[in-house]
């Protein structure tokens, strides 16, 4: 009997990794052709059933940001709610829930857990009434080496973060993701030797659909 249940399991363990080896990769178009290898990197991860990867891309609403450049580099941007579970804020009469949102950046096919300016944050959706199909985002973390703020609202994902470079000064950096289009922007301000200096890229990111 206790052979039969062993060779059971493991019967069963085979059956779900033939399953999740079978599952179909997500189409992902590359919106530039000078995204390929980033597109490519994004595909080889998806398909080897990275953990960190398919966490990412589980949370509701998710997008991948390539930016048109032969770098290897590739963003995840997502976020979780708003729901239909809101509780009343007696305070200020709002309706609120906790969600988190996030940018990560993986630079060739790593996830880059050294990039400045990427943030992860935990916060509250707010809206007037549970009817309403207007609310809004806001969270920050002030806690470590990258502070800021992330806000989302129907129209758009802003992220403002700022971290200390390796002059020593501080660089603000901004990524703006217009959610209808996947249209992006990402900024660099820094202050060197009491001179602004500023570094923008845009790219576009496609909408992951399970």
Known sequence: MKTLLMVSVFM??????????????????????????????????YASHDPELLDELSKGHDYVCFLPTNEDVFYVVWFTGPNRYWREDKETRLFTQIAGAMLVRYRNGIFDENASGPLYTMGKWSTTSKASEYATFNGDDHGGAVSGTIKIDQISFLLSSSFKNQNGAITKYNFTLQRSTGRFTETYESDKSGKSENDEHSGRCVIYQK
Do not use: D, I
Not at 16 to 43: G, I, M, W
């Open 12 to 45: 069963v363990a085979m059956f779900a990794q033939a399953q999740s080896k079978n599952r179909t990769l997500p189409t992902v178009t590359c919106p530039e052709a000078k995204a390929a290898a980033a597109c490519h990197s994004f595909q080889e991860l």
